[in-house]
């Protein structure tokens, strides 16, 4: 079982809908989680992070995370051709100082 | 102007060649690591130093080396014992913190030819 799953995609939604990503982790330590977006070729991009149960808004992105299930989600809504990128969940943890565990991505596809 | 650099963008290496691939930073962060990305794989991380003069191996080290004489340097050498180094080599950085999110620069592509 990897450390970090994401579900590999492609996943496709219409421009307007909201596009749901979900990532699991084993380690029941970890404390932090981050959602990267990675467009074709370039390099990640940070945008969104947390670190308690709940959901953390900002802009059009949500982030919920669920300790107990171990389970962490980005939502996208009003999806835009703009979102079309890989998405990389990461998870930290307090005992592997500062690293960060990343999942394989999942492929957004927004079709206008 | 505040970043991450990463040189060269693009690298050809015959087999049997060392290269070193540069990272220099000047957000003042103390944390700077070295990922491995294969097509439509995530990220290994290869090498990660928190503090100037030392370093620890990540999960994919074998056939790497790294330095961190500096804090603003994090110079990475794929050494020819390593047998597939064809990849997509990122940079990043992290401030000390409780989260520590880390921020990654332009990247450097490695094809061996």
């Known amino acids: 079982q990897k450390e970090v799953e994401q579900n590999s995609g492609p996943l496709s939604v219409p421009e307007g809908a909201i596009a749901s990503l979900n990532c699991t982790y084993s380690d029941r330590g970890s404390q932090s989680f981050f959602w990267y977006r990675q467009y074709s070729g370039k390099s990640p991009e940070l945008i969104m992070f947390?670190?308690?149960?709940g959901d953390k808004e900002d802009g059009r992105f949500t982030a919920q995370l669920n300790k107990a299930s171990q389970y962490v989600s980005l939502l996208i809504r009003d999806s835009q051709p703009s979102d079309s990128a890989t998405y990389l969940c990461?998870?930290?943890?307090?005992?592997?100082?500062?690293?960060?565990?990343f999942g394989d991505g999942t492929t957004l596809t927004v079709k206008p | 102007d505040g970043g991450i650099t990463q040189s060269p963008k693009y690298l050809f290496r015959k087999e049997g060649q060392n290269v070193t691939l540069s990272c220099e930073q000047n957000l003042n962060h103390d944390a700077m690591y070295w990922y491995r990305q294969d097509p439509g794989q995530g990220l290994r991380l290869i090498y990660y130093?928190?503090?100037?003069?030392?370093?620890q191996k990540g999960d994919i080290a074998e056939g790497y080396s790294v330095s961190r004489e500096k804090k603003e340097s994090f110079p990475l050498t794929v050494t020819s014992a390593q047998k597939n180094p064809t990849a997509f080599y990122l940079c990043?950085?992290?401030?000390?913190?409780?989260?520590?999110?880390?921020?990654f620069g332009p990247g450097t592509r490695l094809t061996v030819l």
């Open positions: 130093s928190q503090i100037v003069n030392d370093f």
């Open positions: 947390i670190y308690s149960n």
């Open positions: 990461a998870v930290n943890g307090l005992t592997n100082a500062g690293k960060s565990t």
């Open positions: 990043a950085t992290a401030r000390q913190s409780s989260y520590n999110e880390q921020f």
